[in-house]
């Protein structure tokens, strides 16, 4: 089962957030399914959303773009991940990579 270091919490679930958790979440969804499989991480939930579907036990893992960075400011660095571009897979795999390495 994946692992996120430090707190060793297994990642269940993930969120994609956007403004209206229409557009740019589901894009961001789709980018997650196939960086996780190129991981080789199975077995984890991925949904998208909009920002006001971000509270606590709604996910493990909120992923937002930069420009709504604020809006998730109060969850833990370990439950969420802010992408600089939210079309970019690669700094996506980089940043999905540190949070499933045990």
Known sequence: MPIIEGE???????LCCCGSGLGSSLMVEMNV???LKDLG???VEVEHSTVSDVMPGAADLFIVGRDLGDFIAGVPDNEKVV???IL??????AKLSEKFSA
């Open 83 to 85: 992408l600089d571009n």
């Open 88 to 93: 970019d897979k690669e700094e996506l795999k």
């Open 33 to 35: 399914q196939d960086v």
């Open 8 to 14: 060793k919490m297994a990642i269940q679930k993930i």
């Open 41 to 43: 991480v199975d077995g």
